[in-house]
């Protein structure tokens, strides 16, 4: 894989090593279709994902859809299997304390998100995850099960796919869409909207609220002014004729030069007006 690609398999398939994705199984987040759309929207796409492919895919459309199918099919696979392990992860915590931990952990990214400056006070997700599983660990009940709920193991791979299918969607609208999305904005909005799913899992505001926060953010990063402020730089001004047969701009480049050298030649008082030193102290 190449670097961008590298780096597009990074942002998306890091949920499902942090804990972060099973967190959200157990939380039961993917529980309704609009849960699923919020978590394949905020955790396997997003601000990250729509930074990578916008800033660092430079090839064509057909190589750049072959690196996110690259990183989406495994992705789609192995968040299949998490859900199908996740009876065995069930039994050896317990699922309250751990869902205070995943809702921490989630604040946490989307803190992070928003700005550079306050993640380099904050622990690792993963290491959030982790305390969390301490916190909540009941190794007495452990039973080694894989889970049978074929419901819930397609619920985990539609959350991949909608991820994947962002991702896809990012690289089919690029050349229309990248001089027009403030990725900036949309970094800050998806923080909100993670913010909103943390406080979601807590039962603090309605589980569907983080998709049209999202929604909004995406809305407000939307900013057609970008384009048209692109295209003017590097604008030359275009010459004016005149009645000479030279432009006004010939004219005006002509004067200004010769006010610089005549400036040049005053400092040392030739040949224009002598200079305030060179002035005899009765003037």
């Known amino acids: 894989m190449g670097g961008a690609t590298k780096l597009l398999a990074t942002v998306m398939l890091l949920p499902l090593v942090d804990g972060i994705f099973a967190a959200l199984i157990l939380a039961d987040a993917l529980a309704t279709p609009v849960g699923i759309l919020q978590v394949g929207l905020l955790v396997f796409g997003g601000s990250a994902t729509l930074a990578v492919v916008l800033v660092e895919m430079d090839d064509g459309r057909w190589h750049q859809t072959k690196s996110v199918l690259l990183v989406g099919i495994p992705l789609i696979v192995l968040a299949a299997v998490e859900a199908a392990l996740a009876p065995t992860i069930a039994s050896v915590i317990d699922i309250v304390i751990f869902e205070r931990f995943a ?9 992070k998100t928003a700005s550079a400056t306050i993640g380099e006070y904050l622990p690792r997700p993963s290491i959030i995850i982790g305390l ?12 080694l099960t894989v889970s049978t709920d074929l419901g819930l193991i397609a619920r985990a791979a539609a959350a991949g796919a909608v991820g ?3 991702a896809l969607s990012v690289v089919a609208l690029r050349p229309h869409i990248a001089d027009v999305v403030d990725v900036d904005r949309f970094r800050f909005g998806s923080a909100v909207a993670l913010g909103t799913l943390a406080l979601s899992i807590v039962h603090l505001v309605p ?15 939307f900013d057609p002014n970008s384009s048209d402020d692109s295209a003017a730089v590097g604008q030359t001004p275009t010459p004016t004729p005149t009645t000479d047969g030279g432009s006004r ?5 002509a004067e200004r030069d ?11 008082g030739y040949p224009g007006e002598p200079s305030a030193d060179d002035r005899a102290p009765w003037l």
């Not at 589980?207 to 990063?221: D, H, K, M, Q, R």
């Not at 006010?259 to 030649?265: G, S």
């Open 258 to 268: 010769g006010d610089e050298a005549a400036d040049a030649k005053n400092q040392y």
């Open 207 to 221: 589980s569907e609220a983080p998709l049209p926060v999202f929604a909004i953010a995406g809305l407000l990063a």
């Open 249 to 253: 701009v010939d004219e005006e480049d």
């Open 164 to 166: 994947v299918g962002f």
């Open 132 to 143: 969390g599983a301490i916190a909540s660990l009941d190794v007495a009940s452990l039973s």
């Open 103 to 111: 809702a921490i952990v989630i604040v946490a990214v989307a803190a």
